[in-house]
C-alpha cells in the first residue's frame, strides 16, 4: 500500500476479510475440510510523517486503521437485526520494530493480519523493497527459522531437508495492490493450479479495470484483448512473461530458489538497471524464475478487479514506466534465449522466435502507425502518396523535438490536443471506408477486407467469452486511440526513459478524510433509530485508547518496548528485522555526483534509444554506409583529440558550409580537378566466367570439375605440407636412433 484513497483500501480490506470467512482457521467454526490456512500481510510504505521533531502515524496509515475497524465490525456481526449491540472494536497489538511500526489484528475468524507501518527515514521505500521484505521475512524468518531450531536441537538432516522442501513447495505468497478487489474463489483456482502442477511457479489471473471515464473504457478493452489473446498464447506456446503484481501466487520454492530472491536485491547502479528492476519490478521477477527453469501461467478464470488511471496524465505517467522496463526485460531474456530454453522446458526456441517477431512489431510500431495514417490521408483526401506520407511523419516528429525542449507536464497536454486529431482522422478513416465498400458494393478491396478481418477476429475471440463479450462496445474508442496509444506514447515513454519516478500517486499532500468522517456518523450515528447502544466515534476512541498509533522519536534510538522485554522471541524477530534492513533495506544515501551520474547515464540510454529507433527507419545497407562514414569521422576527431558531437562549424553568412556557394564551387572544382578513378577490378561478367570454365585445366569435365579441382588442390597443398613434416622429422628419428641404439620403444611418427 501507498497513498491509496478510502474507497482502494476498502476494497482491498473487504477481500481479505472475505478470504479470512471463506478459510477459517480453526476446525471448529469450518464446516469444509481445511485444506489451506491464510495469514495477512499488509506492507504501508511512507507511513509516518514529521511533528515537532517526532514521528507520528500519517492521515493514510489513520484512514486504514479505521477502514480495518470498521470491516471488521461488519463482519463480526452475525446477526443482520439492525436494534442489537454494536459490535466490539478489533483487538490490535502494536509493536514498535526497527523499520517503523507493525500492527497485529486477530480477524472474526481466527486467521492473523498484521499491518507493516514502513518508515522511509529508516527502509527503504517503494514496491520492490517492501516486496523483499514479505518474502525475507515469511519464507526465511517463519518458514526456516523453525528448521534452523530444530538442527539446533541435533535432529536428522536428511529429513529436515525433506519437510522442509515439500512445506516450501506447499507455502504461496499471493501478491496484491492496495486497490485490488477479489473474490476467495479467484485465490483458490490460482492455488489448485500450483497444486496441480510442481514445476509452476507463479499463477496470474484476469486481470478487470474499474472505474469511469473514456481512459477507462480504453483500458478495458486493452486488457481484454490482450488477456484473450497475448496472454492465452503465451500460456499455449511457451509461458507468460509477466505475471502483474497486482493478483498473483507464487510458489515459495520458486522464490526461493538460486538467483532469485537473492538476486531480487540487487541494487541499480546503472542506467539499465533502474529502468529494469525499479520500473517494471514484476516483470523482472517474473524473468529471474523463467531463467531458473520455473513456469509461469496465467488462469483466465481467476477474477480480479483494480483501479486503473481515469486521466491522461495518470495514464501516460504509468506506461511511461511499463514500456520501457518491458523491452529490457524481454531483452534481457532474449539474450540468454539459448541457456534459458535449456533450463525451462516451456521455452523453446520456437517460443524465443516469436518473442523476437513480437518485439520486432512493438518497435515498428509507430512507423505502422504512420503509414497508417498516411494511407488514411490518401483515402479520404486523395492527395499524392508522397505528400501524405510527409504530412504523417510531419506531426510526430514535431512532437519528437518538442518532447526534449518541453517539461513533463507540458509533453502530456500536447499529446492529448495530438490525440484528440488523431481520432477525428481515424474516424473519417473508418467512414470513408464504409462509404467506399457501399459505393463499390463489394467488401473485396484491401482496406475493406483489413477493417472486416479485424472486426471479425475481435468479435470471434469475444464469443468465446460470453461473460466479457460487452466490451466490445470500447473497440471503436480503442481503435481511433491506436495512434495515442502506439506512436505518441513510445515517444513519450523512450524521450522520458530517463524519468525513473513511479508517475502515479507521487503527491504526499493530506488525504481526504471528508468522506470517511461523513460515512461514519451516517452509519454509527443511525439518526432514524435514535439507539442508546450506538456510540458516536468519539465515544468509542475514549472507550478504547489503545486504537490510538503510537508516537516514536525520530532518532535511531528508541526505548525497547514492553512487549520485547516480556517476550524473548520478540526480541530475536527483531534482531532480523535489523539484519536484514542493515544488510538489504538501509535507506539509500543521497549521493550528488552520483545521483547526476546516474541522470546523465539514462539521458545517454534515452538518446541511444532514441536514435536506435530514428535508424530503423533506414534499409540495412544505407545504415551500413552511414556507420561506416561516421566511423571514420570518429577516428578523424579522436586523432585530433576532438570530441564527434561537437567538431562543427558554425554557418558562415547565415548559411550552413553544406550549401554555402563558394564551398560548393570548390569541391565541384576539385572534382574536376581530381576525377573519380574507376574501380580497378573490372565488373563480374558471367558469360567471361562461363568461358573460362570451358577451357583447361576445367575440361574436360570427366575428369577436372570445378569441385574435383578445388578439392584435388587442398589435397595437394595438404599433401605436400605433409611431406615435407616428414622429410623434416626423418633425420631427426635417424640421430635419435644413432644417439640411442638400445631403445627399443621409440614410436615414429
Not at 104 to 110: A, F, I, R, S, V
Not at 139 to 167: A, C, M, P, V
Not at 708 to 715: E, K, P, Q, R
Request: aromatic share 10%; with cysteine; hydrophobic share 35%.
Amino acid at each position: 500500500m501507498w497513498h491509496e484513497t478510502y474507497d482502494e483500501m476498502m476494497k482491498i480490506i473487504i477481500s481479505m476479510f472475505r478470504l479470512d470467512k471463506y478459510r477459517p482457521k480453526t476446525m471448529e467454526q469450518s464446516n469444509v475440510e481445511n485444506d489451506v490456512e491464510f495469514e495477512f500481510h499488509i506492507y504501508f510504505d511512507d507511513a509516518f510523517k514529521n511533528v515537532d521533531n517526532r514521528r507520528h502515524a500519517n492521515e493514510y496509515a489513520e484512514i486504514l486503521v479505521d477502514v480495518i475497524k470498521e470491516v471488521y465490525i461488519i463482519f463480526s456481526e452475525e446477526d443482520p437485526c439492525m436494534f442489537k449491540p454494536k459490535a466490539a472494536p478489533p483487538p490490535q497489538k502494536i509493536i514498535n520494530t526497527p523499520y517503523g511500526g507493525r500492527l497485529e489484528y486477530t480477524l472474526p475468524k481466527g486467521n492473523l493480519m498484521m499491518v507493516h507501518l514502513k518508515d522511509k527515514t529508516l527502509i527503504r521505500h517503494k514496491k520492490r523493497w517492501s516486496q523483499i521484505m514479505y518474502m525475507y521475512y515469511i519464507l526465511g524468518w517463519r518458514l526456516n527459522r523453525q528448521y534452523f531450531k530444530e538442527f539446533e536441537e541435533s535432529k536428522e538432516l536428511d529429513t529436515l531437508k525433506k519437510r522442509l522442501k515439500k512445506e516450501s513447495e506447499n507455502t504461496y505468497v499471493l501478491a496484491l495492490d492496495g486497490d485490488t478487489d477479489f473474490q476467495p474463489a479467484a485465490v483458490m483456482l490460482l492455488i489448485d493450479r500450483l497444486k496441480l502442477y510442481p514445476e509452476v511457479g507463479a499463477a496470474c489471473g484476469r486481470i478487470h479495470p474499474t472505474g469511469t471515464g473514456p481512459m477507462v473504457w480504453y483500458q478495458k478493452f486493452e486488457y481484454a484483448v490482450g488477456h484473450w489473446l497475448q496472454k492465452t498464447a503465451e500460456h499455449v506456446f511457451g509461458c507468460v512473461l509477466c505475471s502483474p503484481g497486482c493478483f498473483s501466487l507464487f510458489r515459495g520454492a520458486a522464490l526461493m530458489d538460486d538467483n532469485v530472491m537473492k538476486r531480487y536485491t540487487t541494487k541499480a547502479t546503472e542506467a539499465s538497471h533502474h529502468v529494469q528492476y525499479d520500473q517494471g519490478e514484476d516483470r523482472w521477477l517474473c524473468t529471474l524464475m523463467l531463467q531458473q527453469g520455473w513456469r509461469v501461467e496465467y488462469n483466465a478464470a481467476s477474477d480480479a478487479y483494480t483501479n486503473a488511471p481515469q486521466d491522461f496524465k495518470e495514464f501516460y505517467n504509468q506506461r511511461r514506466r511499463w514500456g520501457p522496463s518491458t523491452m529490457a526485460n524481454t531483452i534481457d531474456l532474449l539474450g540468454s534465449g539459448e541457456l534459458t530454453s535449456q533450463k525451462n522446458s516451456s521455452i523453446s526456441k520456437p517460443y524465443i522466435l516469436y518473442q523476437i517477431i513480437s518485439m520486432a512489431a512493438s518497435i515498428l510500431g509507430p512507423a505502422t502507425v504512420c503509414l497508417m495514417i498516411s494511407g488514411s490521408f490518401v483515402f479520404i483526401f486523395k492527395m499524392d502518396k508522397n505528400v501524405a506520407l510527409v504530412l504523417a511523419i510531419a506531426p510526430p516528429t514535431i512532437y519528437l523535438i518538442l518532447c526534449f525542449k518541453l517539461k513533463s507536464d507540458t509533453q502530456i497536454t500536447v499529446a492529448a490536443i495530438m490525440s484528440t486529431l488523431y481520432a477525428f482522422i481515424m474516424a473519417g478513416t473508418i467512414l470513408s471506408i464504409i462509404g467506399d465498400l457501399v459505393r463499390q458494393q463489394t467488401f473485396l478491396t484491401p482496406s475493406g477486407l483489413f477493417i472486416i478481418s479485424m472486426v471479425a477476429l475481435y468479435i470471434i475471440t469475444a464469443a468465446l467469452h460470453p461473460q466479457e463479450f460487452s466490451l466490445v462496445v470500447y473497440g471503436l474508442l480503442y481503435f481511433i486511440c491506436i495512434p495515442s496509444g502506439y506512436l505518441l506514447l513510445i515517444i513519450y515513454s523512450i524521450v522520458n526513459m530517463n524519468n525513473v519516478s513511479w508517475g502515479t500517486r507521487e503527491s504526499g499532500g493530506q488525504a481526504k478524510t471528508t468522506a470517511v468522517d461523513t460515512i461514519k456518523k451516517k452509519i454509527m450515528n443511525a439518526t432514524c433509530c435514535k439507539c442508546p447502544c450506538l456510540k458516536t466515534e468519539e465515544q468509542s476512541e475514549e472507550i478504547i485508547p489503545a486504537e490510538t498509533i503510537p508516537q516514536r522519536e525520530t532518532t535511531p534510538q528508541r526505548e525497547t518496548t514492553p512487549q520485547r522485554e516480556t517476550t524473548p522471541q520478540r526480541y530475536d524477530e527483531m534482531d532480523f528485522w535489523e539484519e536484514l534492513r542493515k544488510k538489504y533495506l538501509e535507506p539509500l544515501k543521497e549521493n550528488k555526483e552520483q545521483q547526476e551520474k546516474i541522470a546523465n547515464d539514462l539521458k545517454e540510454l534515452r538518446n541511444r534509444a532514441v536514435i536506435e529507433t530514428i535508424t530503423q527507419s533506414r534499409v540495412p545497407s544505407t545504415r551500413q554506409a552511414y556507420a561506416l562514414r561516421w566511423g571514420l569521422f570518429v577516428d578523424w576527431c579522436s586523432s585530433r583529440g576532438e570530441d564527434p558531437q561537437r567538431s562543427y562549424h558554425d554557418a558562415v553568412d547565415g548559411t550552413s558550409l553544406g550549401k554555402h556557394q563558394l564551398i560548393v564551387r570548390f569541391l565541384r572544382g576539385a572534382r574536376r580537378v581530381n576525377p573519380p578513378r574507376p574501380h580497378p577490378i573490372p565488373s563480374w561478367d558471367l558469360s567471361v566466367a562461363l568461358q573460362g570454365l570451358r577451357e583447361a585445366p576445367f575440361e574436360p569435365l570427366a575428369i577436372y570439375t570445378v569441385i574435383h579441382f578445388v578439392a584435388y588442390s587442398d589435397t595437394e597443398f595438404k599433401s605436400y605440407r605433409k611431406k615435407s613434416r616428414r622429410v623434416v622429422q626423418t633425420p631427426h628419428s635417424n640421430h635419435q636412433q644413432e644417439t640411442q641404439p638400445d631403445s627399443h620403444h621409440q614410436t615414429m611418427p
